[in-house]
């Protein structure tokens, strides 16, 4: 069965009119043993299909080692969404639900190669000089978490220093329990700051910068903001 409706498909390609680089995506599966990995290269390919600037290219996460190192995968499912350069953004579990919206914004920010960032926020993150890792944990029947991947990933974009994960709670139960997920969307910074809700740009941006002090100062924080699942 299609994951993409064909009711759905003249809006998704209309939106896609919007690329202007080409763009990869770079799934990485195994036909054993992983949940979700046909149905997440199924989803990968459909969307692909749907304009002549996206690809897909598949990768065994057991056989093709150079490639799992070469993009740093730890988990399966992933797709690495790769425009003129790898941005460092990835999606861990398949992108579904109201995820499948945060996996066809982000395709479009990489193709521009242009985060959408608010100059203030441009200004902010142009102070970096640290790498920043940004995990949001999400679900795909959770309407609040694309908003906060997508910024994670606008964020990535726009600097080199940063990476960005979307990564499906349910998917990944040890991880939900490693970073005490009881919310999502969950935002985990550099693991020293957690944050939860679909913040505004800004105060998003402000915990990363509050992430980075942490690390310089040797403490973590955890900031309670108001979740959805």
């Known amino acids: 069965m299609a994951f993409i409706t064909e009711r759905d498909r003249k809006g998704i390609q209309d939106r ?24 997440t290269r199924q989803l990968a390919t459909e969307l692909a299909e749907l304009s002549e600037k996206l690809t897909v290219d598949v990768y065994n996460f057991q056989i093709d080692k150079d490639r799992v190192d070469q993009y740093r995968i730890d988990k399966i499912p992933a ?33 521009q190669g242009d985060s959408g960032l608010t100059p203030e926020s441009r200004e902010k993150i142009g102070r970096l000089d640290q790498p920043v890792h940004i995990q949001v944990f999400v679900t795909p029947t959770c309407p609040y978490c694309p908003v906060a991947v997508v910024t994670a990933h606008k964020l990535a974009v726009e600097s080199d ?26 935002i ?35 900031t309670s903001q108001e979740g959805k699942t």
């Open 79 to 111: 797709i690495v969404v790769e425009g003129t350069k790898d941005y460092g953004i990835r999606y861990y579990g398949i992108p579904a639900g109201y995820e499948f919206a945060s996996l066809l914004e982000t395709t479009v920010r990489v193709s």
């Open 161 to 186: 220093l940063i990476t960005a994960d979307m990564v499906e709670t349910t998917e990944f139960p040890h991880l939900a329990v490693r970073y005490t997920v009881r919310g999502v969307p969950k």
């Open 188 to 222: 985990i910074v550099n693991e020293t700051i957690h944050f939860e809700g679909a913040l505004p740009e800004h105060v998003f941006v402000q915990e990363v910068v509050k992430a980075l002090e942490a690390d310089t100062c040797g403490g973590g924080a955890e």
């Open 16 to 39: 896609l009119k919007a690329l202007d680089n080409p763009v990869r995506l770079i799934n990485f599966t195994q036909e054993l043993e992983c949940q979700f990995c046909r149905e």
